[in-house]
């Protein structure tokens, strides 16, 4: 259940597996990325965020990665669950000019 | 819940139609912004409001008409939309313009015949 470097529209697991979702920026200047989860008949969802002085940064089964010389982010999540099943997105933001921009989706559809 | 409520949650109308889509914010955010989601494209900024005052419009069609009355509140107005102007449009409320995550609303899915 991964795809490592690049980006899928869709991505489909076993439960329990662990998934990695991938998305290519475009603005080398971007110093602030956000991964959002947007389930069926929701708006977006925060999950986690970081900054480009980091190149990792973990939440609650959830690790976000960033390589900055590639410009590729990641977003892994641990044992995937039926309730992970969404669309999931990167936002990229340059921070002094208070613009962001959102990557295509990904659709992850978790197998029982 | 988000904190971020938009109504209607589904709309149909005609091309001739004027209707309005509202969005209430409860978390004392300073920034509003209206996105359009498209099939198979990324997210769209409309606009942006800020303390009240619209910040950005991104070439956004007249027919769209934003509108800020408070911090807590985001109107678009609807006037003479064309059918590719079906989407779902979300609302969404940060606490700074352009600098922090966003919260989103459940959107407003449009129809337009």
């Known amino acids: 259940g991964e795809s490592v470097g690049l980006h899928l529209p869709t991505l489909s697991v076993q439960e329990g597996d662990n998934s990695i979702i991938n998305c290519a920026y475009s603005?080398?200047?971007?110093?602030?990325f956000i991964w959002y989860k947007q389930e069926s008949g929701k708006g977006p969802q925060f999950i986690i965020d970081i900054r480009s002085n980091m190149d990792k940064r973990q939440g609650q089964r959830v690790t976000v990665l960033l390589n900055k010389t590639v410009k590729h982010l990641s977003l892994q999540i641990a044992a995937t669950q039926p309730g992970d099943s969404a669309v999931y997105f990167c936002a990229e933001t340059v921070l002094n000019a208070g613009k962001s921009t959102f990557g295509d989706g990904t659709t992850l559809t978790v197998k029982p | 819940e988000t904190g971020v409520t938009q109504t209607p949650r589904h709309l149909v109308m005609g091309m001739t139609n004027k209707k309005s889509l509202k969005c209430e914010q409860h978390l004392g955010h300073n920034a509003m912004y209206w996105y359009k989601q498209s099939a198979k494209k990324p997210l769209e900024l409309m606009f942006v409001y800020s303390l009240e005052e619209r910040v950005e419009n991104n070439s956004v069609p007249s027919r769209f008409s934003p509108e800020c009355p408070n911090s807590s509140h985001l109107f678009l107005h609807l006037h003479t939309l064309q059918p590719e102007d079906s989407a779902l449009y979300l609302c969404a409320s940060s606490q700074e313009q352009g600098r922090e995550k966003l919260f989103f609303g459940s959107g407003t899915q449009l129809s337009v015949l």
């Open positions: 603005n080398s200047a971007s110093d602030y």
